[in-house]
């Protein structure tokens, strides 16, 4: 069976250890001459230079079309010079339906010999699908593009889901159920790592086309951390007139694949093992959720009498997350970056609060869902755990705070003695009370995206919570 177009670049991304693909762009300010054959000449030189450290060549048909029939010739060209082995994606970003769809194909596959594709999914599925038809042809479909007008658009937020944007729709769409060929990635710049590391948490499985790097500007780094897969790949980093314009191409790309090797060094060396799960311990602080926890009233400063007797000048409520429906879809997607680089079957939700948090993941993931009850029925099935489950399946605990880990551990008997395996629990904040270290040494991982220290830090830094509400709360916490 022919490998997909993906298996395909997983492949020769381990062989040369590269993620570096080479924009062939002849841009006309950069040609001996404004023709066909000075763009062809221009892009055989490149590839000449480059083709040792290019895991893949990306030619941009805009500028070969500019030519008319000559330039489409000097494009099948420069497609057919690419050395055997190696992907060739068309940036062509083609879109329409049905039979034109299918002349779109025929064309970048069959007569030029491209093996890939960018493509714009806003016609829907049906306008991919006969892109997507062979799995040896891949398609990047646009997601989060890297020009700053791209907010304009693919920022906006969609009603009834959850609080996604529509380049998150896109993510989740083709993560979930488009990518049946296993063909398919997304486009999204390197520009924005913030809101690319929302859409690996997305698309924990795709392959980005990540443009902005070199002339654009892009972090190298911010974009390696947020855009890298849990195996390292996952991330092509387009490149053209940072190599083109160079005094050396050859040297030019290969000083930036070392560059490139040495961040993802670093940026692997930031992940810890658990188990077989690697967990990230540099999350970007998430500091508007942080603050808008703060205007919902689920964290509060005052004087509050806990369960426990004590007195207390900060108080946790995350139940009130039912009554903000969009925080609520907020707080489900800070859960995903930490969920997305570990290992397991389903979503174990600890009631009562964790349980709309856990439902708002599921929906937006696609993560099935189950829950231990803090009492066995006493009629019906007599359960104790609600939803579908089988024995030997790894389950992640999710709930909406920790402080010591005792109700963590009561939920874990349930869920070991149903013979489900847990390895892990993810929360929305950690009290740093000690749970961390209870459950570390009963073998467990807990995983958090806020801690209470860090949120009183940062309101301290941006001055939101007075300074005296702060120290109160630090010294309490110091107890």
Not at 1 to 26: H, K, N, W, Y
């Amino acid at each position: 069976m022919t490998p997909s177009f993906f298996e395909q670049l997983d492949a020769r991304a381990r062989q040369i250890d590269s993620l570096l693909c080479v924009g062939l762009d002849p841009h006309p300010a950069d040609l001996s001459e404004p023709t066909a054959a000075a763009a062809r000449e221009f892009c055989l030189r490149l590839i000449a230079a480059t083709h040792t450290v290019a895991l893949a060549y990306k030619p941009n048909a805009a500028f070969f079309e500019a030519f008319g029939a000559e330039g489409y010739a000097a494009l099948r060209d420069v497609i057919a010079a690419v050395p055997a082995g190696i992907p060739v994606v068309l940036d062509a970003k083609r879109g329409d339906i049905a039979s034109t769809a299918e002349a779109y194909a025929r064309a970048a596959f069959n007569v030029l010999g491209a093996h890939a594709l960018t493509a714009s999914p806003y016609l829907g599925h049906d306008s991919l699908e006969p892109l997507l038809r062979d799995p040896a042809h891949g398609v990047f479909i646009l997601c989060k593009t890297s020009n700053p007008g791209s907010a304009d658009l693919q920022d906006l937020q969609l009603a009834g889901k959850l609080g996604l944007k529509l380049s998150e729709e896109v993510a989740r769409l083709a993560q979930q159920q488009w990518n049946s060929n296993h063909n398919l990635g997304l486009v999204v710049g390197a520009t924005h790592p913030t809101a690319m590391a929302r859409l690996r948490a997305l698309a924990p499985d795709l392959w980005f086309l990540a443009p902005g790097v070199g002339a654009q500007g892009a972090d190298l780094q911010a974009a390696l951390r947020a855009g890298l897969r849990r195996d390292g790949l996952g991330l092509l980093l387009p490149v053209s007139r940072a190599i083109s314009r160079a005094a050396d191409p050859n040297q030019a790309a290969l000083d930036l694949v070392a560059e490139i090797r040495s961040v993802r060094s670093a940026v692997e060396a930031s992940i810890v093992e658990v188990g077989s799960a690697p967990v990230s311990t540099e999350i970007e602080f998430p500091a508007l959720l942080a603050d808008a926890l703060l205007a919902a009233g689920c964290i509060r400063f005052g004087q509050f009498t806990l369960k426990s007797g004590l007195i207390s000048p900060i108080y946790i409520d995350l139940r009130q997350l039912v009554s903000v429906p969009a925080l609520l879809a907020e707080v489900a997607l800070a859960y995903r970056p930490l969920l997305a680089r570990l290992q397991f079957d389903r979503l174990a939700a600890l009631p009562y609060a964790a349980l709309p948090i856990a439902t708002a993941i599921s929906l937006q993931s696609g993560w099935p869902l189950f829950y231990p009850r803090k009492e066995a029925k006493e009629y019906g099935t007599k359960a104790e755990i609600e939803g579908e489950y089988h024995p030997g399946e790894t389950a992640v605990v999710i709930d909406d705070l920790a402080t010591t880990g005792g109700s963590k551990f009561e939920a874990i008997d349930k869920l070991t003695a149903a013979g489900l395996v847990v390895r892990d629990v993810v929360v929305l904040v950690d009290r740093q009370s000690g749970a961390s270290e209870s459950l570390s040494k009963a073998g467990f991982r807990l995983h958090a995206v806020l801690t209470l220290r860090g949120l009183l830090d940062h309101w301290e830094r941006t001055g939101r919570v007075p300074a005296e509400q702060i120290a109160a709360a630090r010294e309490f916490l110091s107890k």
